[in-house]
């Protein structure tokens, strides 16, 4: 498994950044060469290889154009193509969807399913149509971008310990030296992006390599509850993560206030403007509207959030060998981009946050995640199984009377959803409902538990006649 890193650049020289720049912009043209020519059905859709691309643009002298050197085209076509791959693979979850619609036949299915991994769609129409349907046409968006080979670069320290990072420029033997705010040397294959006079460079790590994948998880199972207070709450009434709520909320008051300071700045701008007075336009739209400080905030602010997530999933995966928990990766079937309302928008960044750091530590230590529907876990009492009420931080049974920890009662359920014989991951939210309504009006009407839980099941199915010889 590897782990992206990224080291930045530090006090760069402003002509350097300009040449980089003007480096990327030229590569951003290959890559929008690329998307044109293969982005499509008869390109990378018919198995098309960056090789081949490379060997064709070679022949017809298609690379002569852009100006750079041959190894940097070379390497961007290829990150081209696995752009255009990726995008292509994303349309065949929805692709597959429709077959499983399509035939019950698990023989045609299976046909189905390897021609459309081996890129052998376009001769069956039924898949071609299918790929026509779901792979939207994209266009390169990435004009910011330059990928090294490992063996194109080299890094050195100077007499005053900093770490320098030299890249090929745009002339052969003229490398450009990039001075590191870190002392970790980068490996691999790097992809600099340049953004607001910075250069980040970005490389992959192998996780095994890593501090804390050598630490063991620990041996208990247990279930945990995202919040928005704590980052996770576990089935043993643990929280993880408790700064999350107080860096979310300080976050949002600031972008509030600062949006709204923008938004009157920029009317004072706009009738300025109006006014004809230009240079004040200018001096308000420079000065105060720039894009530079407000972008690494925000970096700095989804550093330290990240940061919390992912120790509370430490934390966590200290006491466990399995994490049970609700299912983070379901897919937004929405267009919408992004929720207007600031904290909706925090709210739904940081679960995807919180996925990833489940799967990533899970994967790295050793432990085993456990995906499971929570429909309801947080709206039904633990101890009973009934619905209850939830006010704030506090659950309240109104079957029991008890009232609970809500993030403790939802991770409890969260737990047992585990091994429940009826909810599966997909069950939907309304089945869900009716089976837990089911469940609660049996323990009502003290009718004979049909099924609960896997234990009375498992000994149902040894003693068939269990009932019938407890009467003898
Ligand atoms: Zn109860």
């Not at 998307?35 to 643009?57: A, E, I, P």
């Not at 790097?190 to 970005?202: A, C, P, Q, T």
Request: hydrophobic share 35%; glycine share 6%; net charge positive.
């Amino acid at each position: 498994m590897k782990v992206t890193r990224i080291a930045y650049s530090a006090r760069l020289n402003p002509g350097k950044y300009v040449a980089l720049v003007e480096q990327a912009r030229r590569l951003g043209r290959v890559r929008s060469e690329v998307w044109q020519r293969y982005g499509s059905t008869f390109g990378v859709g018919s198995g098309l290889r960056d090789r081949q691309v490379r060997d064709r643009w070679l022949a017809d002298g298609t690379h002569v154009q852009f100006g750079v050197l041959a190894n940097a085209w070379k390497e961007t076509v290829r990150d081209a193509i696995a752009d255009i791959a990726a995008n292509m693979e994303a349309a065949k979850v929805d692709v597959r969807r429709a077959i499983s619609r399509r035939t019950n036949d698990p023989g045609e299915r299976k046909q189905m399913f390897i021609a459309l991994r081996a890129d052998q769609w376009a001769s069956d129409p039924f898949l071609a149509r299918q790929m026509r349907m779901h792979w939207k046409r994209g266009r390169n968006r990435t004009h910011d971008q330059i990928v090294v080979r490992a063996d194109k670069y080299n890094t050195a320290v100077d007499g005053r310990g900093r770490l320098w990072l030299a890249v090929p420029g745009l002339e052969p033997r003229r490398m450009v030296r990039i001075p590191l705010s870190t002392t970790v040397t980068p490996t691999g294959t790097l992809r600099l992006i340049l953004r607001s006079g910075r250069v980040e460079v970005h490389y992959q790590i192998d996780a095994a390599q890593m501090r804390s994948s050598q630490r063991p998880c620990g041996d208990r199972r247990l279930g945990v509850d995202k919040g928005y207070t704590e980052a996770l709450t576990d089935s043993d009434g643990q929280p993880h993560g408790e700064q999350l709520g107080v860096l979310l909320s300080s976050e949002s008051d600031r972008l509030k206030e600062r949006n709204r300071r923008r938004a009157k700045l920029r009317s004072i701008a706009n009738t300025a403007a109006q006014r004809g007075d230009h240079a004040k336009t200018h001096r308000i739209t420079v000065n105060n509207l720039g894009t530079v400080k407000r972008d690494r905030q925000a970096a700095r602010h989804r550093a330290r959030v990240r940061t919390e997530i992912f120790t509370a999933v430490h934390k966590v995966v200290d006491k466990a060998a399995t994490v049970i928990a609700e299912d983070l990766t379901t897919r937004f079937t929405s267009r919408k981009k992004h929720p207007k309302n600031i904290n909706r928008r925090l709210a739904a960044w940081t679960k995807g946050v919180t996925a990833e750091a489940l799967k990533s530590v899970s994967e790295r230590r050793g432990s085993t995640l456990v995906p499971v529907n929570a429909a309801y876990t947080s709206q039904t009492c633990h101890q009973c199984g009934a619905f209850g009420r939830r006010s704030g931080d506090r659950f309240h049974c109104t079957r029991c009377g008890v009232v609970w920890q809500a993030d403790v009662n939802a991770a409890i359920n969260i737990l047992h959803r585990a091994g429940d014989p009826d909810i599966a991951l997909h069950t939907p939210h309304h089945k869900v409902k009716q089976i837990l309504q089911d469940r609660t009006d049996r323990h009502r009407t003290r009718l004979p538990v049909q099924d609960s839980s896997p234990a009375t099941t498992g000994r149902r199915a040894k003693h068939p006649n269990r009932s019938a010889k407890s009467n003898e």
